[in-house]
């Protein structure tokens, strides 16, 4: 499945970096809750990352609507935008929330799904 495909759905996250936690290796700080789908590998094989936005406190699982996805130009690893339901960011908000992270990569933000031969809806 492409993470682009999971636009629109209810996913669970599994949480392994909290909101307020350090990243092990680089040092820096989660202004949100960070995780992974379980069982779901994204293009780069590993499991499909993603951000939980509009959860503001820690949290170890977390269940709501993917709305959209962060694909990295020159990386291999898609990341899913996901909210609480009727929850809504604006891609500008989603950018200024994940810059901690994704100021290190280019990236577009999906917010639909693209069929082979279209361009990003």
Do not use: W
Request: with cysteine; hydrophobic share 35%.
């Amino acid at each position: 499945m492409q993470p682009t495909e999971f636009i629109g759905k209810i996913v669970t996250v599994r949480i392994d970096r909290p909101l307020g936690g350090r990243h092990p290796e680089h040092g820096f700080v989660y202004p949100v809750n960070y995780g992974y789908l379980p069982d779901t590998l994204a293009p780069d094989g590993q499991e499909l990352d993603a951000y939980v936005l509009g959860v503001f406190e820690p949290v170890n699982e977390f269940e709501g609507k993917c709305i959209a996805v962060v694909r990295r130009l020159d990386d291999e690893d898609d990341k899913l935008i996901v909210t609480p339901e009727g929850v809504a960011y604006s891609d500008d908000q989603i950018r200024e929330l994940i810059e901690f992270q994704e100021r290190f990569f280019q990236s577009v933000i999906l917010r639909g799904v693209t069929l082979p031969g279209q361009g990003a809806k």
